[in-house]
């Protein structure tokens, strides 16, 4: 384990392991729907013992990578490799026992008539295998697990405090308010009173006015007679 772990070999094998999966189960698909074709047959058997073999080799040398990179992850990555290291484990046992099976089939005539069943089971299984490699994408490209990027991260720690999430995503703005300058402003003009003539009071206008020379009208010149 020590003189294979400096050569990465788990992403190689998962590459042969996703392939010849894949393809075994499509082509015993195409096969049943052409039963004269016994070529197909026997390629999709060849195909799911290898791809056997290959996902065992991907769960062996996945535990060496996991070894050599757990120390270095954060435990949301570690909650996503255990995921993926139980659900490599389980589809290990279940494409071998597939495998297993399908040679039943091939071989022995009284098994033939469970090739539908395997057909749904080995349809269901690889769905599960995509799943299974989506998870160790996850684990490269968003993470960086395996990767140099992982290697110049930090490393974090148990026992440190989490740091406090920003308020905002960039810095916060400072704002300087300038000190108004006393300003002279002249007081409000007060309106002075114009001086201006009383006026008169006005007069009637059917009332004659007196004059100031006026005098009483004399008496009538005639008196009477005695």
Do not use: C
């Amino acid at each position: 384990m020590k003189f294979l772990q400096p050569w990465q070999l788990h992403p190689v094998v998962d590459h042969f392991t996703v392939a010849l999966l894949i393809v075994a189960v499509l082509i015993d698909l195409v096969a049943s729907a052409a039963p004269t074709r016994i070529w197909l047959q026997y390629t999709a058997l060849l195909l799911i013992v290898l791809g056997a073999l290959a996902a065992g080799a991907s769960y062996f040398t996945g535990g060496m990578e996991a070894e050599r990179i757990w120390n270095a992850l954060g435990q949301p990555a570690k909650d996503i490799l255990n995921r993926h290291g139980e659900l490599g484990e389980y589809l290990a046992i279940t494409f071998g026992i597939l495998a297993l099976w399908r040679i039943l089939i091939q071989g022995f005539g009284f098994m033939a008539g469970s090739r539908a069943i395997y057909l749904i089971v080995a349809f269901v299984a690889i769905v599960v295998l995509g799943y299974q490699a989506h998870l160790g994408g996850v684990l490269v490209y968003d993470y960086g697990a395996g990767t140099a990027l992982m290697a110049a991260a930090p490393v974090p720690s148990e026992n440190a405090s989490p740091s406090p999430a920003p308020t905002s995503s960039g810095a916060i703005p400072m704002v300087s308010v300038p000190t108004p300058l006393p300003t002279s402003t002249a007081p409000p003009a007060i309106p002075t009173a114009s001086a201006s003539k009383p006026t008169e009071s006005p007069q009637p206008a059917n009332t004659p006015a007196l004059s100031p020379t006026a005098q009483p009208s004399a008496a009538p010149s005639g008196g009477v007679k005695m």
